[in-house]
T-cell receptor
């Protein structure tokens, strides 16, 4: 059964710092991996979708990498800003391909 | 292009009551999935509808039921509400059945059961 883990659960950094969020999954046979952002009490905003055949995917200051063999993905945020403060979740499709399996997320706080 | 919308935004019910939550999928999307997110947890899959048919169900009891309409909007119904049903309910839409395509989420409905 696929399990997704995100460490750390919370992270605090000063503005301008580059940072990396981690996501690990137990079953390496994934189709793709999606990163989301969630503001408190709000819905999820899709940030990046990285296919299993890709190593990296970039959008602005965000870069997601995927290493299927080690069961890991990272989300790199460059030059962090207070507006980046949110919870970041990663998710992969389950084996049947019917649902996303989510980690619990990493809550990021960027101070000015 | 209209994104995923959900109604109502917030809802307060008492134990034993029934509730209906609504979701309008993003324009052009034919698949709707529902998730329950408890505080501090990742979303948990409830079920998915593809072209008006249920296409997968998570580990939720039968009192959680749903519908998808010809315009691909969807409803989530919960009967005999329990205190543990208090959560953020999220709807996601995508093009094509399953969870392999990029999922787009709505703003959620916050349900409080007293």
């Amino acid at each position: 059964k696929q399990e997704v883990t995100q460490i750390p659960a919370a992270l605090s950094v000063p503005e301008g710092e580059n940072l990396v969020l981690n996501c690990s999954f137990t079953d390496s046979a994934i189709y793709n991996l999606q990163w989301f952002r969630q503001d408190p009490g709000k819905g999820l905003t899709s940030l990046l979708l990285i296919q299993s055949s890709q190593r990296e995917q970039t959008s602005g200051r965000l870069n997601a990498s995927l290493d299927k063999s080690s069961g890991r993905s990272t989300l790199y945020i460059a030059a962090s800003q207070p507006g980046d403060s949110a919870t970041y979740l990663c998710a992969v499709p389950n084996q049947a391909g019917t649902a996303l399996i989510f980690g619990k997320g990493t809550t990021l706080s960027v101070s000015s | 292009e209209t994104g995923v919308t959900q109604s109502p935004t917030h809802l307060i019910k008492t134990r034993g009551q029934q509730v209906t939550l609504r979701c309008s999928s993003q324009s052009g999307h034919n698949t709707v999935s529902w998730y329950q997110q408890a505080l501090g947890q990742g979303p948990q899959f409830i079920f998915q509808y593809y072209r008006e048919e249920e296409n997968g169900r998570g580990n939720f009891p039968p009192r959680f039921s749903g519908l998808q309409f010809p315009n691909y909007s969807s409803e989530l119904n919960v009967n005999a509400l329990e205190l543990d049903d208090s959560a953020l309910y999220l709807c996601a839409s995508s093009l094509g059945q399953g969870a392999y395509n990029e999922q787009f989420f709505g703003p959620g409905t916050r349900l409080t059961v007293l």
